[in-house]
């Protein structure tokens, strides 16, 4: 069965300091890849999407990045954190049938 | 474009009561229908989906659904809440097309089970 990583769980950074999300999917190959953000009391946002190795869209202007080095794996950077960036990130992986399956969120806090 | 419309922030119920969750949807081409529950400081779970066939789809944990094409909704239901139920609760749609899969989500539902 597939299962789909993410971490670290917690994470408590200073604005101006850099960010590494990491998400790995088990199982499966050539999934298709996203990562969304979550802010307090609010609704999901698309932030990227990948099809495969090294093919990123960006859904929203912002001062994140993302990086598809492997096939399964899915990595959100920032080189200079905002207080705005603050929220729950979750990565999720789909394949053909359309709906997507979301890992545990990453929760962070920037002070 | 597509949009999602949960009709209510916030629904508090009792044990044991029925619930209904409304989602309304806007679309120009054909959607798949899904609903996720996310439990705190959790990921999203999928629930159900409605990907064709009959309009009344029936899910995980005691939960079902009802696809009105005519009204673009996508309501859950479930008859009889219990106080693990409470979570909040996403309706999603996927438009039908090649390439990746898209899915818009609304802005969530709370529900809250009382004893």
């Known amino acids: 069965s597939q299962t789909i990583h993410q971490w670290p769980a917690t994470l408590v950074q200073p604005v101006g300091s850099p960010l590494s999300l990491e998400c790995t999917v088990e199982g499966t190959s050539n999934p298709n890849l996203y990562w969304y953000r979550q802010a307090a009391g609010r609704g999901l946002q698309l932030l990227f999407y990948?099809?495969?190795?090294?093919?990123i869209s960006s859904e929203v202007p912002q001062n994140l990045s993302a990086s598809r080095p492997q096939d399964r794996q899915f990595i959100l950077s920032s080189k200079k954190l905002l207080l705005s960036d603050s929220g729950f990130y979750l990565c999720?992986?789909?394949?053909?049938?359309?709906?997507?399956?979301f890992g545990p969120g990453t929760r962070l806090t920037v002070t | 474009a597509q949009s999602v419309t949960q009709l209510d922030s916030q629904v508090p119920v009792f044990e044991e009561a029925p619930v209904e969750l409304r989602c309304n949807y806007s679309s120009s081409v054909s959607v798949y229908l899904f609903w996720y529950v996310q439990y705190p400081n959790q990921g999203l779970q999928l629930l159900l989906k409605y990907l064709s066939g009959s309009t009344l789809v029936k899910g995980i944990n005691g939960f079902e659904a009802e696809f009105n094409k005519s009204q673009t909704s996508f309501h859950l239901r479930k008859p009889s809440v219990h106080i693990s139920d409470t979570a909040e609760y996403f309706c999603?749609?996927?438009?039908?097309?090649?390439?990746?899969?898209?899915?818009?989500f609304g802005a969530g539902t709370r529900l809250a089970v009382h004893p």
């Open positions: 999603a749609v996927s438009p039908i097309s090649g390439g990746y899969n898209k899915l818009i």
């Open positions: 999720a992986w789909s394949k053909v049938s359309y709906e997507q399956y």
């Open positions: 990948s099809v495969g190795i090294g093919q």
